[in-house]
């Protein structure tokens, strides 16, 4: 099954937003909140739940971390999170900022994130607007 474009990028900001939030050893409560709230507000199109993909993205983004592959994984994701740049940008920093502090970790991949992977979509977006 071909999914839409919409759908890819829903998939690619759930595993960026689970491997965000384990990147630095410690889940907290609100950090699941805040993607549980993510998860409720997107348009889903799969034939699989929201709740499976979840469980996998959570197993995919525990073995990148484990690996010391955060960067590569993301990397894997960033033509489906260009479809809506500012969407993700919204999503790291509040899944990263909603337990208080920031780790290098965490920090480190938003840098990645904004500045290698969404740098053009971002910087075009912002000279539309």
């Not at 990028?9 to 759930?14: D, V, Y």
């Not at 709740?51 to 960033?78: G, N, P, W």
Request: proline share 2%; glycine share 4%; charged share 25%.
């Amino acid at each position: 099954m071909q999914l839409s474009p919409t759908q890819r990028f829903n998939e690619a900001l759930i595993k960026t937003a689970v491997l965000l939030y384990q990147v630095d050893g410690m889940v907290s409560l609100t950090e699941q909140d805040y993607l549980e709230e993510v998860i409720k507000g997107l348009n889903w199109q799969s034939p699989i739940c929201k709740e499976a993909f979840l469980t996998q993205a959570i197993h995919e983004a525990r073995v990148a971390k484990d690996t010391d592959q955060a960067m590569s994984f993301i990397k894997e994701l960033a033509d489906d999170l260009n479809f809506d740049a500012a969407k993700v940008v919204e999503v790291a920093m509040g899944i990263t900022g909603v337990d208080g502090e920031r780790s290098e970790r965490e920090t480190d991949l938003l840098h990645y994130l904004t500045h290698k992977l969404l740098a053009r979509e971002l910087t075009t977006a912002n000279a539309v607007a």
